[in-house]
């Protein structure tokens, strides 16, 4: 088991780096918008969470290090969910899109595309894109 894994009281392994990574993303602001949080529930329970390990992660959680997945997909995937975390309240501060821009750095995204790749994600969020073709497009500016 990776160490940024933990198990829910029901047998789930599920990858706490990457929920906390969704907790500091919707903290970013100073507050957890009512619509962060039902995101945040929401992705929650695709991980089979229940409500308390969520109100606790939620509670407990506040800082670290993010730990990058190491395929492409997941990577953007990652950082797609922080931009819908981002844009829930449909606003986008300095210090969230900073925390966006870090988060890409830690991924290992190259300098010249990560102001591409973070136009994308927010632009794409905002207009309901789909993550695949949002992905496709990605691929199609990343590999030229």
């Known amino acids: ?15 706490k780096d990457y929920f906390v990574t969704l907790i500091q993303a919707s903290r970013t602001d100073g507050k957890i918008a ?11 329970k695709k991980f089979g969470l ?19 997945p190491y395929s ?3 990577k953007f995937e990652h950082l797609y969910n922080v931009a819908i975390i981002i844009l829930a309240d449909e606003v986008v501060t300095d210090s969230e899109k900073k925390l966006l821009r870090k988060f890409a750095i ?9 102001e591409d790749l973070l136009d ?8 309901n894109t789909d993550e695949e ?12």
């Not at 009512?34 to 929650?44: A, C, N, R």
């Open 1 to 15: 088991m990776n160490f940024t894994d933990f198990v829910t009281h029901h047998g789930k392994r599920v990858n």
């Open 106 to 114: 830690e991924a290992g995204f190259d300098d010249k595309v990560i």
């Open 120 to 127: 994308l994600l927010l632009d794409g969020v905002r207009k």
């Open 133 to 144: 073709d949002l992905f496709a497009e990605f691929k199609k500016t990343l590999f030229r």
């Open 50 to 68: 229940t409500d308390p390990e969520i109100e606790k992660l939620i509670a407990t959680e506040s800082s670290h290090t993010y730990h990058a």
């Open 34 to 44: 009512p619509v962060e949080l039902e995101m945040l529930y929401k992705e929650g």
């Open 72 to 74: 492409l997909n997941d």
